[in-house]
């Protein structure tokens, strides 16, 4: 059974920077894909950012240029660095690995 630990989350002035990690127990971590999303209140939760199987990231248009994935096989963990964020950037974001997702971390973001 997988199991997704999230961290990470907080409040960060506009600009700002943090990264969430995701620790990923599964004897499967280097054959699959997995990715981060996040819901914003009142709104669907979307992709973030995904990593495929063979290790090709996508990002999403909103924040192409100012996020990024790293998988790190070693430790089974997906990190998500977040630099200049935005207001528009506060969510709760959610790790997923297959059909599996974490608890969720906020992330806020103060104009």
């Known amino acids: 059974q997988v199991q997704l630990v999230e961290s990470g989350g907080g409040l960060v002035e506009a600009g700002g920077s943090l990264t969430l990690s995701c620790k990923i127990y599964?004897?499967?971590?280097?054959?699959?894909?997995m990715g981060w999303y996040r819901q914003a209140p009142g709104k669907q939760r979307e992709l973030v950012a995904q990593i495929s199987t063979f290790g090709e990231a996508h990002y999403s248009s909103a924040v192409l240029g100012r996020f990024t994935l790293t998988k790190i096989a070693a430790t089974k963990t997906l990190d998500l660095q977040m630099n200049d964020l935005k207001p528009e950037d506060t969510a709760t974001y959610y790790c997923a690995f297959r059909d599996t997702w974490g608890q969720g971390t906020q992330v806020t973001v103060s104009s």
């Open positions: 599964t004897n499967f971590f280097g054959v699959s894909a």
